[in-house]
T-cell receptor
Framework: DAKTTQPPSMDCAEGRAANLPCNHS???????VYWYRQIHSQGPQYIIH???NNETNEMASLIITEDRKSSTLILPHATLRDTAVYYC????????????FGSGTRLQVQP | DGGITQSPKYLFRKEGQNVTLSCEQN?????MYWYRQDPGQGLRLIYY???????QKGDIAEGYSVSREKKESFPLTVTSAQKNPTAFYLC???????????FGQGTRLTVV
């Protein structure tokens, strides 16, 4: 699976959009981009995933660049409950079907 | 409620004792996983199972064992061979391994 690079920490004001970047420059054509988050001392929670096209669900939007070497997770209106560690994971669709987690980005939403 | 249940939430054991962590899911998922998390770090894969009666070693399998006799259950045994067993252990499942994974709330194991 391709390696990902994320900033270790970010701050965001409550009510503003949180934009979390992820670099995956070695991604290959059959690898998906997944985002999970982990609130302190809880199990990770799935947020969204995509292959090429931008994706949106009730939690967030995922923007993948045309060359697929980077992506951005957007939380449109961050709340205090969005304070968590956010993991960007790149994974092939078949083969070893387990997620490989990096260190993630610690997002602190400020009141 | 459908979901993944890990028990207990906190577990204490003496050094040298084997201990088994429970993971049960009622989501009818084929794939199940065990991860370990140390303070301030990401999750590391211990074992995973794509189907009943089959499992594969992950990145840090040494000192751990698993079984998958039933679809809904994937217990993890931390043996005395595991040098640093104190950690937060997370179990997950997914429909077939290709879709998103759902995680339990974890078991925090402390070995003294």
């Amino acid at each position: 699976d391709a390696k990902t690079t994320q900033p270790p920490s970010m701050d965001c004001a409550e009510g503003r959009a949180a934009n979390l970047p992820c670099n995956h420059s070695t991604i290959s054509g059959n690898e998906y981009v997944y985002w999970y988050r982990q609130i302190h001392s809880q199990g990770p929670q799935y947020i969204i995933h995509g292959l090429k096209n931008n994706e949106t669900n009730e939690m967030a939007s995922l923007i993948i660049t045309e060359d697929r070497k980077s992506s951005t997770l957007i939380l449109p209106h961050a709340t205090l409950r969005d304070t968590a560690v956010y993991y960007c994971i790149v994974r092939v669709g078949t083969g070893r079907r387990a997620l490989t987690f990096g260190s993630g980005t610690r997002l602190q939403v400020q009141p | 409620d459908g979901g993944i249940t890990q028990s207990p939430k906190y577990l204490f054991r003496k050094e040298g004792q084997n201990v088994t962590l429970s993971c049960e899911q009622n989501l009818n998922h084929d794939a199940m996983y065990w991860y370990r998390q140390d303070p301030g770090q990401g999750l590391r894969l211990i074992y995973y199972s794509q189907i009943v009666n089959d499992f594969q070693k992950g990145d840090i399998a040494e000192g751990y064992s698993v079984s998958r006799e039933k679809k809904e259950s994937f217990p993890l045994t931390v043996t005395s061979a595991q040098k640093n067993p104190t950690a937060f252990y997370l179990c997950a499942s997914s429909i077939d391994g290709d879709t998103e994974a759902f995680f339990g709330q974890g078991t925090r194991l402390t070995v003294v």
